[in-house]
């Protein structure tokens, strides 16, 4: 017993390790991106440029999606309390969904914003343009290397990582649209390559979207494949039978899940039910609460995964 409340306490210990580290690496790049905001914002109002200024607000605004990813893994780490027994930890999943709205918000109003131009074109400084998106590249392009390592475990740093992806596109783009304006005076060629960043960021954010959704409704995550949870639950000797079974996730980067384990005659419940957790654990399921059955118990009712409320572990 000791020793699983040792794993169950070094679990949880690591992953407040993990959270504490990737808070601090959402405040360094919320600082980076909140003076690069200033500086944009001043070369716009000094040189007269909409575009920079549009830019300006567009990046304040994923520094509000930084804050909530911020604000999410603070809302993790909180205890749980008897009326949310898990915690705040869905919290995480909601605002993922969040983000992947605000990133859609942001696609349309790069595409309002492109036909615009093309409707009225604007003289512009196209040399200091590309200088301050330049710059745009350096601090959008650190602090998207910055979440590049954990992007693909939680889908709250994927939701940033994408939004400064973004980020960093929308500058590249800037700087060629500068260069070829201050060269050629082309001016549609900002509007032309404005639509097709906005169509990569699109099919980017169109995942991130459809994953928020799904979790948030206690779909199976992506990352767990049931067929193969069924599998490894019911492949162990004297299991019989697997029901009852639900996985979902509690936050971005935890899973849960609840099944009725028939078992014959001759089974040792108590460890087989350590083994499986042991399991389970090792497929990325730190939370599972099983129910051990005998093949005589009313429950069993041969195989049918059935509807019902997750339980609480």
């Known amino acids: 017993m000791k020793e699983k409340e040792h794993a169950h306490e070094h679990h949880h210990h690591h992953s407040a390790g993990a959270l504490t580290s990737l808070s601090h690496i959402f405040i360094v790049c919320i600082a980076l991106n909140l003076v690069y905001v200033f500086i944009e914002a001043g070369v716009g109002v000094y040189e007269h440029s909409l575009?920079?200024?549009s830019d300006a607000g567009h990046n304040l605004g994923d520094v509000f999606s930084l804050l909530l990813a911020l604000i999410a893994f603070h809302l993790a780490k909180l205890g749980n309390n008897k009326r949310f027994t898990y915690g705040y930890k869905k919290s995480t999943i909601l605002i993922s969904l969040l983000n992947a709205v605000i990133l859609l918000v942001a696609v349309g109003a790069i595409v309002i914003e492109s036909v615009y131009k093309f409707r009225h074109p604007e003289p512009v400084d196209g040399l200091a343009i590309s200088w301050t998106a330049g710059a745009g590249i350096v601090v959008n392009g650190l602090t998207t290397l910055l979440l590049l390592k954990n992007q693909k475990t939680d889908l709250n740093v994927r939701g940033a990582f994408l939004h400064m992806l973004a980020d960093t596109l929308?500058?590249?783009?800037v700087v060629i649209s500068g260069i070829v304006i201050a060269f050629t005076g082309f001016?549609?060629?900002?509007?032309i390559i404005s639509l097709v960043i906005a169509g990569v960021i699109l099919v980017s954010t169109t995942r991130l979207l459809t994953e928020s959704i799904r979790l948030s409704l206690d779909a199976v995550p992506e990352n767990i494949k049931i067929d193969e949870v069924e599998t490894l639950l019911g492949s162990l000797s004297h299991v019989v039978d697997v029901h009852h079974l639900h996985v979902w996730a509690i936050s971005t980067t935890e899973v849960a899940l609840t099944a009725h384990i028939v078992m014959d005659e001759s089974g040792d419940m108590e460890q087989m039910k350590i083994?499986?957790?042991?399991?389970?654990?090792?497929?990325g399921i730190a939370h599972s609460t099983l129910e051990m059955e005998s093949m005589h118990s009313p429950c069993h009712d041969s195989g049918l995964i059935a509807v019902s409320e997750p339980a609480v572990d």
């Open 170 to 173: 929308v500058s590249v783009g």
């Open 275 to 283: 083994m499986l957790k042991q399991r389970l654990k090792a497929a």
């Open 187 to 191: 001016y549609l060629i900002d509007p």
């Open 51 to 53: 575009g920079l200024l």
